[in-house]
């Protein structure tokens, strides 16, 4: 049978100190920015956020949620081209990159895992089924009055957001 020591690859340089310690060293360089030092929010810390319907009143809250140092707008999403490039540029813009994510559909924005929360913003009639799909996708919602067009959808709103344990919040 064979023992670690047959298994074990041979290096043409045996171990040393000096190699030692540097290859346990390596793992301990990381961004300060990262751990949450000199004023940064430490990723674990960080909301990631996407942005749905980028109208006038979309992009308004855009710009309020883009001021919170603890929330990472990595997405953006409008029916309208015009509208979605210029939310893009407006993120992009303001993080300094070109990371941010610009989708026509609503379904490929709550189908990323990596996304934690939404602001929904589109046409009223879409605030509380944006909300119910949102929630049942496991995010996280912040949306603009109207909070819903009819009880039967306030209704489905509060049982979507109860059973799947998500926070809802609606801004005026």
Request: charged fraction near 25%; charge should be positive; proline fraction near 4%.
């Amino acid at each position: 049978m064979p023992t670690f020591d047959t298994l074990a690859p041979r290096t043409a340089e045996p171990a040393s100190r000096r190699r030692f310690l540097a290859s346990a060293a390596a793992p301990l360089i990381v961004p300060g920015s990262a751990l949450g030092l000199n004023g940064a929010v430490a990723a674990s810390d960080r909301i990631t956020m996407a942005a749905i319907g980028q109208g006038p009143r979309g992009q308004f809250v855009l710009g309020h949620f883009l001021e919170q140092k603890d929330v990472r707008m990595v997405a953006v999403r409008d029916c309208f081209a015009e509208r979605r490039a210029a939310a893009k540029q407006i993120v992009d813009q303001h993080y300094g990159n070109a990371d941010c994510a610009a989708y026509r559909l609503h379904e490929r924005v709550l189908e990323r895992k990596d996304i934690d929360a939404i602001l929904t913003a589109g046409g009223d009639r879409w605030h509380a089924v944006m909300s119910v799909l949102a929630s049942r996708a496991g995010k996280d919602v912040y949306c603009e009055k109207p909070i819903a067009l009819t009880i039967a959808e306030g209704r489905s709103l509060i049982e979507a957001t109860r059973k799947n344990k998500t926070v809802w919040q609606c801004g005026t």
